[in-house]
Each structure stands twice: as structure tokens, then as C-alpha cells.
């Protein structure tokens, strides 16, 4: 899941690239480097860390790329090799007149890399990108045209790829091509860009080509031609993007993650102005093709996601069953991927994904599709492979997020899976209308209580603080806020690197509770419902082992004061609704307790936005 980026074209090509690789940063940021034709050679620049070290390496040679206008470049997070100049890309081959940089993994590489020794080439580096470089410089030994030898050298590399290759016999030109990772062009008069996101070269063009697998596009300055794996010539379907030029900025907040947090009420209203104008009226999900007839067929949903994604779908599980009556099982991609799962055409298969690359997720979908299941795509991306492969589409609308740690897309997906659950609830007439009317009422009053939280937030900063020097957290809770506490206690752990789980409370007597004493923090989400009392008696069963116990409740029981050593209120709010509100605050203490420990809250170590690696 690394950023590739390239530029043919008559402008400086160096700022071009590193802007581009800045956009891209979200992918990884573990090493960098940068290829650009300089007069007669190819020149390659690497450095270790953030961009800002490529940058620090590049400016001593400003001058003798000045005039370069080809180049590619990559932002890695390292799969194979730990993060060193010679792991990063680009790569060459042995005479270093071929150099590429490459997104994903190729899975054959130690049998590749072992033949290609047997003839001859040494290698520099750890990673399997290198052997790509090597075999494809074979085949030009072959053929003397580059677009010939990647095209032959892709039939032999099995796995995931996006590739950008130069060669300094072809000066001027780029190749490019793909296999299950992502990689688009960006056109404009006499240039064109490729990268893996549109991010990347949106201030430049909104006119853009997404590559198919195995398509191969040869790109000059005034020239593009694309071919299939049959090395048929394709027609290129230019396609107008509905991205605006958006500068990423923090807008006076500290980090991404505060400004995305305090983003959350106005996304919820921008997804319900669309979707649920009032009460009254049915739910509006203009892409999602479920009808009367769809859902009558259905045995059952199956929803697959990582990370937070699973957790918005863990939640989604509670509401669909209980508004549609129709069962749902929620697994993780990468397990789900691996196994023989029974799916058919009496399922509704649901992939949600804030990015919309995940390969996991991807890979599940496409098995499912296979498989004749309706595909409904929960996503933050439109435009995104698993986009592409909807039946259903639901555009969760969250804007850009930044941040590695998923904040705004979490709340989005929540919003998401109610008005999922509500169309679907209305279509099959499985609850009272007077109920779903409440609910829909309901809905319309979070963002106004996300706000009530957002402006008191002095409290949860205190609680930050208290707790931040511990080493292991606690979450529990029960029903539909268990998946709160798996959420919350990923959230610090990703950006804090303390240790926290999730329980669901009723758990916790039957091991957990061993891990219990003074020196442990156990937050409970204690939120008015069904599982209240219970979970009190379990906050108690933790108390009594000297647990330091922190609740986050909607309620004003005053008994609270005297089990709790710290408690947060947040506003009321109906039971079924609960997760929407109970997050912000769990958000705001992995922010603050990462940020009082000088974490760097935006870009945790070893983690990356878009997982495109199975
Ligand atoms: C956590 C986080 C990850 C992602 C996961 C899935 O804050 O961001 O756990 O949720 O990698 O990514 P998407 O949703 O893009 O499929």
C-alpha cells in the first residue's frame, strides 16, 4: 500500500512529483524516492522517513533536475525489507538504464528473484519489487520496446500490481500498468499524470483514465496508447472527475484528527439533507437497488470490512436485525477470504470501506460477486474499485479524511447503516411506522448533540491527562456498544501505541477480570437501555478488584459517583442511536492522551490509510 505517482509532460516535473507524493503520503510514509530523465540518464533520489527527507535529499540537487519534465516517484510502506534507501523505490535493474517504481505485492518473487539470479542479475535490495526490475530489463534485452517488455514480463509476476517504468533508451516516456492495485491517469493538453489516487494530480486535471487489470498504457507528452493483455489496441474512456482541487488544510486545528472530529455534526447533516428530509418521509437511497422483490429473496446478509469499517459493520448488525428481521453475519474480510463461505443469490453481501481499496475487502467482494450475491458497497470513495463493483452503491459522503486513525468515515458508515436499515425496514413493512418515525426524529437531533459534546470538551481533556501515563486500557459494554468499545480502544491504540482492548462485559468474569487491579483503567460505556443495570453490576464486579473505573454515560444516576472515580457525560440520546454519540468522547481521549504522550497523531508509526496488501 505505497503511492506511485508519474509525470510526462512539458512543465518542471520535480514539483510536480513531490506535490503529488505529499497527496499520496496517506498511503505511506516510511521511505520515498523519485526518478527523473536528466538530459541523457535517468537520475534516482531516495531518502529514509517522511517526504520531508526526500525534500531535505533533493535540494542540493535543485539544479541538475530543473529542466527534467519526466519522472516517477513512490512513497513506501514497507511489506519486504525494513524501511532503507536501498529498499525504497525507484528500483533498477543491473545496468540501471531501467528504473520503475511499484504499489502491491508480487507473490512469486522468491521464485522469480531465484531464477533471475541463476542468469546472472544481483540483487540490491530485499524487496520483490526489484525482481520486476530485473525481468522486465530481460525482456527488453529481447525486444528492444519497452511497452513489448512489460508486457511480457507481467505474464510471468503473480499478485497485485501497479507499475510506472523508464528506460533511458526510450527517453521520454513512461509505461504503466496494473493487476488488483490501483492506478489512474490524469490528461491534460500535452501531459499526462499516473498515480495511485487522483489526489495526487487534481490540481492539474480533472480529466482522468482508469486503467482495467492488465491494461498497459504507453504515455509521451503528446501521445497515449493503451492495450490489453492480448496487446489489442483499447479506446480510452476519458472520464470528467466530480473532484474539486481541495487544499488539505488543518484550519487552525492542531491535527487532522481534531479538525475531522470536529467535522462529524455537519457530515451527519450532509448525508441525512440528501437522504431523510423529514420524519415523515421515507428514506432516499437514490444508488441502492434493493427492491420489494430483492429483499423478499434474501436468506441473509453477510457484511465484510476491516479495521473500524468492521466495527460501523458489527453495528449495523444490531439495527438491520432488529428493524428488517433478517439475519446478518459480520466478519473480517481477511478471514472471510480464506474460508469456503456459503453465499449465493439469496444473499445480500455488504463490503464497507472508507477507502474503498482495502484489498481484503476487495478480494471478498469480488469472490461473493462471483458467487451471484447482490454487492452493496458502503463507501467514502465513488470512485473507488469497490466502487466499481457495486450493484448498490451507498456514498457515505464524508469528505476527504486525512487522518490515519478514521474518525468522520466512522460516524459517516453509522449514519449509513440506520438509513440502510430504515429504507429497508420501510420496503419490507417489518416495524411500526410510528416507531420508525421516532427514530427517523431521532437521527435528525445528533448533530447538535455531537456539537453539545464538541463544545465542553474540557472534561474528556482532564480524563486524557489522568490516564495518560497508563501502559494497558480497558473498554467494556454490552449490545450495540460493544463494537463502541472495540472501536474506542482502537482508536487509542493506533495513535497512543498503549494497549487497549474492547470487551463486551458479560467477558470479563470469565478471564479478563484476572488482568484487574489498581494500576488498570477500565472505561465502561454505560449508556440508558436494555443492558444498563447489567452492565452496572459489571462496572461493580470490576470495582471490587480495585479497577480505576471511568464511566461515559448518558445518565445522571447519582449512585454512578460513588463507583466511578471518573465519569463523562454525554447528552441523552435513544438507545438504538447511542454508538453515533458514545464515540465522539472516545475519539477525543485517544486524540488527547496521543497528544499529551508528543505522539504524531496524523501518521501513527507502521500504519498506512489505505491498506491496498492483503
Ligand atoms: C483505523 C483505520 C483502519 C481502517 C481499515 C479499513 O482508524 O482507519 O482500521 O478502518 O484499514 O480501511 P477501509 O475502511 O478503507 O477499508
Known amino acids: 500500500m505505497c503511492g506511485i505517482v508519474g509525470y510526462v509532460g512539458n512543465k518542471p516535473v520535480l514539483d510536480i512529483l513531490l506535490d503529488g507524493l505529499e497527496q499520496l503520503e496517506y498511503r ?55 524501511p532503507t534507501v536501498v529498499n525504497a523505490h525507484p528500483h533498477t535493474c543491473n545496468c540501471g538504464k531501467l528504473v520503475l517504481v511499484h504499489n502491491g505485492i508480487i507473490e512469486n518473487y522468491k521464485e522469480l528473484k531465484a531464477k533471475l539470479e541463476a542468469e546472472g542479475c544481483v540483487f540490491k535490495s530485499q524487496t520483490d519489487t526489484e525482481t520486476v526490475a530485473h525481468l522486465v530489463a530481460q525482456k527488453y534485452a529481447l525486444t528492444h520496446d519497452l511497452t513489448k517488455a512489460v508486457a511480457l514480463a507481467v505474464k510471468e509476476i503473480e499478485g497485485a500490481f501497479a507499475l510506472e517504468i523508464m528506460h533511458n533508451d526510450e527517453p521520454n516516456k513512461l509505461v504503466i500498468t496494473k493487476r488488483n492495485a490501483p492506478l489512474v491517469i490524469g490528461v491534460a493538453p500535452d501531459e499526462y499524470y499516473a498515480a495511485s489516487d487522483i489526489p495526487a494530480f487534481i490540481k492539474h486535471t480533472n480529466k482522468a483514465i482508469y486503467l482495467s487489470d492488465d ?24 472520464e470528467l472527475l466530480p473532484w474539486e482541487p481541495v487544499a488539505l488544510s488543518k484550519m487552525g486545528y492542531k491535527h487532522f484528527m481534531l479538525k475531522e472530529i470536529h467535522e462529524q455534526p455537519d457530515v451527519i447533516r450532509n448525508i441525512l439533507s440528501d437522504k431523510l428530509k423529514s420524519p415523515e418521509e421515507n428514506v432516499i437511497l437514490d444508488e441502492v437497488k434493493l427492491t420489494k422483490e430483492t429483499l423478499r429473496n434474501l436468506n441473509r446478509i453477510q457484511v465484510i470490512a476491516c479495521g473500524t469499517s468492521l466495527h460501523a459493520a458489527m453495528i449495523g448488525k444490531y439495527i438491520i436485525e432488529d428493524l428488517c428481521g433478517i439475519p446478518v453475519d459480520v466478519e473480517a474480510s481477511s478471514e472471510y477470504i480464506y474460508r469456503k463461505t456459503v453465499t449465493d443469490a439469496h444473499t445480500l453481501v455488504i463490503g464497507v470501506s472508507q477507502s474503498g ?18 454487492i452493496l458497497i458502503i463507501t467514502n470513495r465513488p470512485d473507488s474499485a469497490m466502487a466499481r463493483e457495486a450493484d448498490s452503491l451507498l456514498s457515505v459522503n464524508a469528505g476527504i479524511e486525512v487522518s490515519v486513525a478514521a474518525t468522520k468515515s466512522y460516524i459517516a458508515q453509522l449514519t449509513s447503516f440506520y438509513l440502510l436499515a430504515l429504507y429497508m425496514a420501510e420496503i419490507k413493512g417489518t416495524y411500526p411506522v410510528s416507531e420508525l418515525t421516532n427514530f427517523k426524529h431521532e437521527m435528525l437531533m445528533l448533530p447538535q448533540k455531537i456539537e453539545q459534546i464538541l463544545s465542553n470538551m474540557e472534561n474528556i481533556r482532564e480524563c486524557a491527562r489522568k490516564y495518560s501515563a497508563t501502559r494497558d486500557f480497558i473498554y467494556i459494554a454490552r449490545g450495540i456498544n460493544y463494537p463502541t468499545a472495540l472501536e474506542g480502544a482502537l482508536k487509542l491504540k493506533e495513535i497512543s501505541y498503549i494497549n487497549a482492548t474492547g470487551y ?37 464486579e470490576a470495582k471490587a478488584r480495585n479497577a480505576r473505573m471511568i464511566a461515559l454515560t448518558n445518565s445522571q444516576d447519582k449512585k454512578l459517583d460513588e463507583l466511578f472515580d471518573y465519569i463523562i457525560r454525554v447528552p441523552d440520546v435513544a438507545e438504538y442511536l447511542s454508538p453515533i454519540i458514545a464515540i465522539v468522547p472516545l475519539q477525543l481521549i485517544a486524540y488527547y492522551i496521543a497528544e499529551f504522550l508528543g505522539k504524531d497523531v496524523d501518521q501513527p508509526r507502521n500504519l498506512a490509510k489505505s491498506v491496498t496488501v492483503e
Open 28 to 82: 505511506g510514509y516510511d521511505s520515498s524516492g523519485i526518478a527523473v530523465q536528466c538530459k541523457d540518464k535517468i537520475n534516482v533520489y531516495k531518502a529514509v522517513g517522511k517526504l520531508k527527507a526526500l525534500r531535505e535529499e533533493l535540494a542540493s540537487h535543485a539544479y541538475e533536475i530543473s529542466k527534467s519534465t519526466v519522472g516517477i516517484g513512490h512513497i513506501r510502506w514497507a511489506t519486504h525489507g525494513a
Open 215 to 238: 491494461q498497459i498504457a504507453t504515455l509521451t507528452a503528446d501521445s497515449l496508447e493503451i492495450i490489453d493483455k492480448n496487446g489489442c489496441k483499447v479506446e480510452p474512456k476519458i
Open 357 to 374: 481499496e482495502t484489498a481484503d475487502t476487495l478480494t471478498a467482494i469480488k469472490q461473493s460477486k462471483a458467487r451471484g450475491s447482490h
Open 504 to 540: 463486551p462485559a458479560g467477558e470479563l468474569k470469565h478471564g479478563p477480570i484476572a488482568m484487574l487491579d489498581e494500576s488498570m483503567p477500565v472505561l465502561s460505556i454505560l449508556m440508558k437501555g436494555a443492558v444498563y443495570e447489567k452492565l452496572l453490576s459489571n462496572s461493580e
